[in-house]
């Protein structure tokens, strides 16, 4: 192969349903290279065809072991090698940071191709604030963890968006709703694709709707920031603060408390200072 491109990783963003969305520096690449890592050889071969790809394949993905990890790294110092995932931008709830932190460490090249990134294109079709939001990939499958998850990230006050399937679906949502209370949603599927769907409601509207109903599709969950709390009582922002300083040190305590209970940080730090002095 005439090799025109220089010897490192490329991190190559692809479709998330709509082929068309590839993108010509993306394609170019997969062209160009000597070989790509793919997720499933399988449902990337799709795309390669699409875009007339010819390089060969090799299975990456979050069983594969250190030593391929080596290899890897071994050929980066003389052959262009593309990372890409099933669908969308590697590395985003996808296997890969291990491969690129070892690449980098050994000085190899890393280049990124962005493009399309489900979580980002769901935030912006859900119509709800995006100045400030947070990522939490898929919660985990077991009750008590995903629990224990959705309780901790409860007082963050930024949209969050989730990877969720079908069958699990309602479940989710039932369980968001309990614990985060009847904020704003939006379910969005099928992004790109021919049936794109995007449904707003509140939480516990659209945990009824999904209970008995297992949507097709890849799903984006994104939930509406908290509102502003009325304001806390000196007592509530005292327990907080106390609290927090047995675990905090006093900058550590004040940024915690101010944003659980939507306060100015420099009021609460100078509290802070005044407990712990």
Known sequence: MDQ????GLYIVATPIGNLGDITSRAAETLCQVDYILAEDKRVSAKLLAHVGAKAPMTAYHDHSDDKLRERILGDLGSKAVALISDAGTPLISDPGYKLVRAARQAGHAV?????????????????LPTDRFLFLGFL????KARAD???EIASVRATLVLFESGPRLGDTLGVLAATLGDREVAVVRELTKLHEECVNGTLAELAVRYADVTPKGEIVIVVAPPLKSEGASS????????????????SRAAAEVAELLGLPRKQV?????EKAG
């Not at 025109?4 to 010897?7: G, V």
């Not at 280049?111 to 119509?127: D, M, Q, R, S, V």
């Not at 007592?235 to 006093?250: F, K």
């Open 111 to 127: 280049h990124t191709l962005p493009g399309p990134c489900a979580a980002i294109a769901a935030l912006t079709l859900a119509g």
């Open 149 to 151: 998850v959705i309780a």
């Open 269 to 273: 730090y100078a509290l802070a200072l």
């Open 4 to 7: 025109s491109l220089p010897p």
């Open 235 to 250: 007592a509530e922002i005292d327990a907080a603060l106390d609290e927090a300083l047995t675990r905090l040190s006093p």
């Open 140 to 143: 985990p499958a077991k009750a």
